[in-house]
């Protein structure tokens, strides 16, 4: 059984005040045993998080530089962020491909700087909108993950994120039947061109306007080991409803 992921990506957003009021929310959440709920501040508020926020929670940065240390005007290399014991990064956010352009390339060689480095990484992909009207969600998502694949040397440390980009602050999700069907098909793809036991063994999570009234339904697919949550994880009460939403996962799953 694979262990469920619940990361927050809380974006560029949150004051001083504003951190230290959902931390204080989130670590009056009593996280289930059988969950790792990871939480992605900005970089600005990781130190302040990492140190007042309870285990089990795990910290997350929301990017690293596909550089390393050196004359880097404005990064943050991966090998700082293990320094700073910080555990996880998020790669390939659709925001980074379209706002920043980062492509398949550069986030399979992020992948690669993340890992060697020594950090666990949250990788995403995910269609747009005018990929899934033209029947191009798969094709787009394979693309995605070989360039992911191809950079990974230890599926331990890795978390697939399906986050359909049209889905993503918008209000609009994938109904829990698509959701399953990338997934399971994600899965078969790592099993065709990585192995059997990586197919069944890494999580896949989805992101994409999970909120507190849709994760149980969501989760409920068999192939949905968990989410990676927007908006509706600045709210203390709300992320708790969707860390705790595995433990309403029907048993026959």
Known sequence: MRRFFIGGNWKCNGSRASVEQLVKKLNAVEVPQNVDACVAPTFLHLNYVQATLKKPYLISAQNSSLTGNGAFTGEISAPMLKDFDIPWVILGHSERRQ????????????????????????????????????????????????????SVNDWDRVVIAYEPVWAIGTGLNATPGQAQEVHIALRKWLNDNVSANVASSVRIIYGGSVKGNNCVDLINQPDVDGFLVGGASLSGEEFATIIGSPSKRASKL
């Open 99 to 150: 706002l920043y352009g980062e492509s398949d390339e550069i986030v399979g060689k992020k992948t690669t700087a993340a890992l060697q480095a020594g950090l666990s990484v949250i990788a995403c992909l995910g269609e747009t909108l005018d990929e899934r009207k033209a029947n191009k969600t798969l094709e787009v998502c394979y693309r995605q993950i070989k360039a992911i694949a191809s």
